[in-house]
């Protein structure tokens, strides 16, 4: 879960690189380094410990490196406590090699004592330092230049991995190669650049290529070559990237986060016209036909933290509106509790980045066992969107704070969409339930920026309760669902403990914990739900827990329960958490405010979950 970049051209590569990683910390922010081939030849590697600002002050802002060909990296430590030398880059033993990786190598111990018994001893703790001696033995024991070394090695190497190598004996290229790890390459006049994300080289160019699984590329000339692990010579065409580039930058707002949190509006309006061209339903859309979605008799929702807490939402909107039985999994438990699938069943993935490791073995697994896949991602041309049976993209444009906003809410309106266009394609919707659906979706964009409007009741809220040491969130339906993102976005970025339960659930053992003036949000957007859900507030008022209550305009009865309370614009009830969870996006954000906590970048988060 780090970031790399690289650059060889014309121009000085340290600034180049370290305006790269400024664009991707939200990878891993734990250390970072650069190695630069000097104009004199050689290859000067400089890394410091935590933000990247301490890297930038030691190199003067990239003036004290001077040399036209770098790589970079930022960490979030797996192997190895942070540190200057388990920091990247990472050289081999006599120097031969330097190496900047993305992603874990299973087996690193296996191929570290193999090379310790060839002669070959550590200064770091990674097992990327492994790797770069591994490329420098093959490279050295058949002298046949550096793709054929990196070919061997990954040949021998179990795990996941994007590489991007400087060889102290080849100066003119950088060389790269990628296994599951996230990876594009871009072109301009006379440059090449690489990189985990576009983000990192959308201001150089927007002509890049994407370098498939176990697939060697070599940086040189403005060009770049590709070869398979046999090093015969692939054909690739670049693809132009159309993002702005001023989605990337904060544009005046104090952290990313609220930036992406008020551009929500924006995000699902956009993936709204994307997937409902003339507010209409188009299956193609989604990448399947009528005819494959009137077959599907299970659906099965697999993701990972945000992502899933979706997936629980989208099961009581799919099997309410189409009948047909939803299980939701974690991405990360999938594979390993050998889930029993049917033929006609269609496996969901819902995944930001289109990266995130778990959530695209299991993706592999629904397709080895027979399963048609449809992806849920951001991210056009990621691992998911390539290797899924379909795919719908979502239009949030980048996300660059870790605590996910305007991803969530989009994934929620693609399946929306999606579990119209089962219920359409399976008889199950009258026209007139069907136009009412879709005028509800079209909609939320202005019912979203109302409660935006209405940001500073939350704002004095959640300073007066930013000293909490534990918070609850309870819903039932739809209402949970809501609760569990609410509760990670406060734990997330504020660290308060938090947890959020079923409502009903909470006389079972989760009420021994409400002491005098625990914090508990009570989310009632539900209407059949709503009086349930006020009884179960009761009860914790009763114990002396502060109650926050999160309903619709109209639901002023539960101003004689709650200590304080939020109201969402009514919507259709199926979509009320598009609603309820904007309220508690801005509570944990001004929450992680008021605790002068860094917001976009909370403690031992990454963005993307890109190793196991």
Known sequence: MCGIVGYIGRRQAAPILLYGLSRLEYRGYDSAGLAVREDSGEIETVKAVGRLENLSKKIDGGGSLRGSIGIGHTRWATHGE??????HPQVSM????????????????????????????????????????????????YQEGPIAAIARAMLHIRGSYAFAF?????????????????MILGTAEGECFLASDIPAILRYTRSVYYIGNQEIARLSDGAVSFYNLDQEELEKEAVEITMDAEAAEKGGFPHFMLKEIYEQPRAVRDTLAALLPEGEIDPEKLGLSAEQLAGVREVYIVACGSA?????????????????????????????????LRSDGLCVVISQSGETADSLAALREAKERGVRTLGIVNVVGSSIAREASAVCYTVAGPEIAVATTKAYSTQLIAGYVLAIALAEAQGRLTEARRRELLSALLLLPEKIERILDDKERIQWFAAKYAGAQDAFFLGRGLDFAAGLEGSLKLKEISYIH??????GELKHGTISLIEKGTLTVGILTEPRLYEKTLSNMLEVKSRGGYLMGLTSYGNYSIEDTADFTVYVPKTEPLFSVSLSVIPLQLLAYYVSVAKGLDVDKPRNLAKSVTVE
Do not use: C, W
């Not at 942070?82 to 920091?87: C, I």
């Not at 190496?99 to 111990?109: D, P």
């Not at 899933?308 to 099961?315: F, I, M, S, T």
């Not at 938090?498 to 409502?503: D, K």
């Open 82 to 87: 942070p540190s200057e030398r388990n920091a």
């Open 94 to 141: 006599s120097g031969a090699v330097t190496l900047v990786h993305n992603g874990i190598i299973e087996n690193f111990q296996e191929l570290r004592e193999k090379l310790q018994k060839k002669g070959y001893h550590f200064g770091s703790e990674t097992d990327t330092e492994v790797v770069a001696d591994l490329v420098e033995y093959y490279l050295g024991k």
């Open 166 to 182: 400087l060889f102290r004996d080849y100066p003119e290229a950088v060389y790269a190669a990628r296994k599951d790890s996230p």
């Open 308 to 340: 899933y807490h979706v997936g629980v939402a989208l099961r009581y909107v799919i099997e309410r509106m189409t009948g047909i039985p939803v299980r939701t999994d974690i991405a990360s438990e999938f594979r390993y509790r050998d889930p029993i």
């Open 498 to 503: 938090s947890e959020a339960y079923a409502a």
